[in-house]
């Protein structure tokens, strides 16, 4: 690993991954990355919670279960994650917790409780949707 705002080299080992990557790409400021596997997952790092905070939960999520490979992957410009994949489909996942959260509000009026976002959102770290109860005890 490189620490690319400073050029310098970091040298961490950190094995994410049982089987090969097939690509890796980084966001426009570098803070965000995600990698393809050959075991047809996907994982997106989070550089300052993962490698500043040591937040291993929050600092890596994992989309599972996708049933073919990612031939090809991009960050956006507003960090979502757009994979072309071999079962010829192009699929996007929003990557930030608090867009999503912002989403629900509009649909449902009301924080989800953490049961319901775990349900939904297993992946993602418990957000207030509406910010207006707070956020329950795990």
Same mark, same amino acid.
């Given at each position: 690993?490189?620490?690319?705002?400073?050029?310098? $080299? #970091?040298? #961490?080992?950190?094995?994410?991954?049982? =089987? +090969? &990557?097939?690509?890796?790409?980084?966001?426009?400021?570098?803070?965000?990355?995600? =990698?393809?596997?050959?075991?047809?997952?996907?994982? &997106?790092?989070?550089?300052?919670? /993962?490698?500043?905070?040591?937040?291993l939960?929050? +600092?890596?999520?994992?989309?599972?279960? /996708?049933?073919?490979?990612?031939?090809?992957?991009? #960050?956006? =410009?507003?960090?979502? /994650?757009?994979a +072309?994949?071999?079962?010829c489909? &192009?699929?996007?996942?929003?990557?930030? %917790?608090?867009?999503?959260?912002?989403? &629900?509000?509009?649909?449902?009026?009301?924080?989800?409780? /953490?049961?319901?976002?775990?349900?939904? #959102?297993?992946?993602? $770290?418990?957000?207030? =949707?509406? +910010? %207006?109860? $707070?956020? $329950?005890?795990?």
């Amino acid at each position: 690993m490189f620490f690319l705002h400073n050029k310098q $080299p #970091l040298y #961490l080992r950190f094995a994410a991954h049982a =089987t +090969g &990557i097939d690509h890796i790409v980084f966001n426009h400021d570098f803070s965000i990355f995600a =990698t393809s596997v050959w075991d047809k997952t996907i994982h &997106i790092y989070n550089y300052h919670e /993962l490698y500043e905070l040591h937040e291993l939960v929050k +600092g890596v999520k994992s989309i599972d279960n /996708l049933n073919s490979k990612a031939r090809t992957l991009m #960050l956006t =410009t507003d960090n979502k /994650l757009v994979a +072309g994949m071999s079962d010829c489909t &192009i699929r996007i996942w929003e990557t930030s %917790s608090n867009i999503i959260a912002s989403r &629900i509000c509009s649909i449902v009026n009301r924080d989800m409780i /953490l049961d319901e976002w775990n349900m939904y #959102l297993e992946e993602i $770290p418990y957000e207030k =949707t509406c +910010g %207006s109860n $707070p956020q $329950p005890a795990e």
